[in-house]
């Protein structure tokens, strides 16, 4: 199954004893490219509001019919995890505390996206591993809130820039870029371009580098297909 980054956003946080808030954000690694975090707008329910993230590991149901995402903590257990300042970057050392606090094991122990798992459920119950490897400083974490707008850079010239992104679940993956042409191609429109097209992210210009032509991109498939 496949949902948007844009409908994501939409969605509440639900714990196992009420709500949490809503999906303000997603933190993706831009190296694996797949969802690492989800970022909680907790302002109706926590007083003095922090910045809480969930990890995909914590979400055991996702409700499309309700936009709802169930997750299998409790309000208590979120409140009092590991706090992250409103602009603090997620670490690596950062993670390590978090997969410790909630017992999961460390997906970045293992050679494939969620460790030696192909979903992040999986991680659940092997709190073993938590201690066993110290974590590198690594950080791939990136805001899909900041990358949309970013501009596409094409082997042959800029088109396009970033709208959306498709996540496939239950992986968690970050299969596809949605890219609007809209001021590139008169009448413009919206295709899928796989992230595995992707060369490398330009932070300081604000760009998305493809292995692409435009003729490449232009006859990409129809976004809404």
Same mark, same amino acid.
């Given at each position: 199954?496949?949902?948007?980054?844009?409908?994501?956003?939409?969605?509440?946080?639900?714990?196992?004893?009420?709500?949490?808030?809503?999906?303000?954000?997603?933190?993706?690694?831009?190296?694996?490219?797949?969802?690492?975090y989800l970022?909680?707008?907790?302002?109706?329910?926590?007083?003095?509001?922090?910045?809480? @993230?969930?990890?995909?590991?914590?979400?055991?149901? &996702? $409700?499309?019919?309700?936009?709802? %995402?169930?997750?299998?903590?409790?309000? =208590?257990?979120?409140?009092?995890?590991?706090?992250?300042e409103a602009?603090?970057?997620?670490?690596?050392?950062?993670?390590?505390?978090?997969?410790?606090?909630?017992?999961?094991?460390?997906?970045?122990?293992?050679?494939?996206?969620?460790?030696?798992?192909?979903?992040?459920?999986?991680?659940?119950?092997?709190?073993?591993?938590?201690?066993?490897?110290?974590?590198?400083?690594?950080?791939?974490?990136?805001?899909?809130?900041?990358?949309?707008?970013?501009?596409? @850079?094409?082997?042959?010239?800029?088109?396009?820039? &970033? $709208?959306?992104?498709?996540?496939? %679940?239950?992986?968690?993956?970050?299969? =596809?870029?949605?890219?609007?042409?809209?001021?590139?191609?008169?009448?413009?429109?919206?295709?899928?371009?796989?992230?595995?097209?992707?060369?490398?992210?330009?932070?300081?210009?604000?760009?998305?580098?493809l292995n692409?032509?435009?003729?490449?991109?232009?006859?990409?498939?129809?976004?809404?297909?």
């Amino acid at each position: 199954m496949e949902t948007r980054f844009s409908q994501l956003k939409h969605f509440g946080i639900h714990a196992s004893d009420g709500d949490i808030g809503g999906c303000q954000d997603v933190l993706i690694d831009d190296e694996q490219w797949v969802v690492r975090y989800l970022v909680a707008d907790t302002n109706k329910w926590l007083p003095l509001s922090r910045k809480v @993230v969930i990890t995909p590991v914590s979400i055991e149901k &996702v $409700d499309h019919t309700n936009e709802k %995402l169930h997750v299998n903590l409790s309000q =208590d257990a979120v409140k009092n995890s590991p706090p992250l300042e409103a602009h603090q970057p997620v670490s690596r050392e950062y993670e390590s505390l978090l997969f410790r606090y909630f017992g999961y094991g460390y997906y970045w122990t293992g050679p494939g996206t969620w460790g030696e798992y192909a979903h992040p459920m999986e991680l659940v119950d092997i709190a073993e591993q938590v201690h066993e490897t110290a974590p590198a400083n690594e950080e791939h974490l990136r805001s899909c809130e900041e990358l949309e707008g970013y501009s596409i @850079v094409l082997n042959d010239g800029k088109a396009g820039h &970033v $709208d959306d992104f498709i996540v496939q %679940l239950p992986e968690w993956s970050v299969a =596809d870029l949605i890219i609007n042409l809209n001021d590139w191609l008169p009448g413009g429109k919206q295709v899928k371009v796989p992230t595995h097209q992707i060369k490398h992210i330009d932070w300081a210009g604000h760009s998305i580098v493809l292995n692409m032509d435009k003729a490449d991109l232009e006859s990409a498939p129809d976004a809404d297909d």
